[in-house]
């Protein structure tokens, strides 16, 4: 039968060459799949990692970036990193799914989520698909500019026009982060720890870029990058609430762009939104294309679901209702410590 001949086995960090090697190869495989996300997960935040090789034949047939969080009531969850599941064909995709399976059997995963970005198993159903948007990035700046949307090139030059200038350098990392916490604080949502991004920037420096778009001596807006071969990502893009009129992210998208095109970099990855929501609409709104994102939930191990009955269920109330007040109404020293404690026990990234 197809995919015997794959073995599964978890990788060691004498395999992040080979993981790497196989990851610059693939076409479309996305910059978070990397072996050196490893590294950061385990630093920033202490998870267990699970990084698993397909082999067929003695080479890397696919990869599988994944981590284990706990929530609330002790409970363990699976989750891929977003873009972390890279199988080169169907078989080797089947193969890693099916040890998943069998290790959340033996490690009591209530929940098991993998994303293998837009790139479908032709022999599963996935369970469910998001959207993403992309960017191409095809040839001189010229026509690059010529693609983009009438209104887009409009907020670019009324950025321009009010004279922010776009500086680049991974020293930048502290205003990123700031500004970062200081957004997702503001609308009371997890977020990641300072750390995070001092890590991510330290184990990923040949392939990240911080952008960040100043005004004379005010930076107002920050964007983190990160290149694969054909594509690149911006998982972070932030602007300080009041200059966002001036048109800054707008400005650092048109300036992202242009560092793919520099490194022949194909496409802009925009990142996953709801569909008809204002976030998905704008990305459209500058010229990106929808794309479907592919999601696969595999079955919990047997009896070892997320706890149940009334008294899990009025824990899980109660830990919604504190989650809730912590998240926005806390002092901020207070919210800022905990915003990042939840984001680590759901899904990091």
């Known amino acids: 039968m197809p995919g015997n001949d794959t073995t599964v086995h978890e990788a060691q960090d004498s395999d992040a060459a080979a993981w790497n090697a196989f990851i610059d190869a693939s076409a479309e495989a996305s910059p978070l799949a990397r072996y050196e996300w490893r590294d950061?997960?385990?630093?920033?935040y202490n998870l267990k990692t699970h990084y698993f090789i397909a082999e067929r034949d003695g080479r890397v047939a696919g990869t599988l970036a994944a981590y284990e969080t706990k929530g609330i009531l002790g409970?363990?969850?699976f989750y891929s990193v977003r873009g972390g599941f890279v199988p080169g064909d169907a078989a080797a995709g089947s193969a890693l799914l099916d040890r998943i399976q069998r290790s959340g059997e033996i490690a009591f995963w209530s929940r098991c989520v993998v994303g293998s970005g837009w790139t479908p198993l032709s022999d599963r159903e996935p369970s469910q698909v998001r959207s993403t948007v992309q960017l191409t990035v095809e040839g001189d700046p010229d026509r690059i500019w010529?693609?983009?949307r009438d209104k887009a090139r409009n907020m670019i030059r009324r950025a321009e026009k009010e004279q922010l200038r776009v500086v680049s350098g991974l020293d930048q990392v502290g205003i990123l982060a700031e500004q970062y916490?200081?957004?997702?604080?503001?609308?009371?949502v997890p977020i990641h720890s300072r750390r995070y991004f001092q890590s991510a920037v330290q184990h990923l420096r040949a392939?990240?870029?911080i952008l960040v778009a100043w005004r004379e001596r005010t930076p107002i807006a920050s964007m983190l990058l990160h290149y694969g071969?054909?594509?690149?990502?911006y998982p972070v893009q932030n602007a300080v609430l009041e200059y966002r009129a001036l048109a800054p992210v707008q400005l650092l998208i048109w300036h992202a762009m242009k560092c793919c095109a520099a490194r022949n970099i194909r496409l802009l990855d925009m990142g996953e939104s709801r569909q008809a929501s204002p976030v998905f609409q704008s990305k459209v709104n500058f010229g990106g294309t929808p794309r479907d994102v592919f999601y696969y939930e595999l079955p919990p191990a047997t009896g070892h679901r997320a706890p149940g009955g009334v008294l899990a269920q009025t824990l899980r109330r109660g830990a919604h209702v504190?989650?809730?007040w912590l998240a926005s109404r806390s002092p901020l020293s207070l919210r800022r410590r905990f915003a990042q404690k939840s984001l680590a026990r759901g899904r990091v990234m």
Do not use: I
């Not at 916490?181 to 009371?188: A, H, I």
């Open 146 to 148: 010529s693609n983009l």
């Open 181 to 188: 916490q200081s957004n997702m604080l503001r609308l009371g």
């Open 207 to 209: 392939h990240s870029e």
């Open 75 to 77: 409970e363990k969850s």
């Open 229 to 233: 071969r054909d594509v690149a990502c």
């Open 40 to 44: 950061v997960l385990r630093e920033s």
């Open 322 to 324: 504190a989650d809730t």
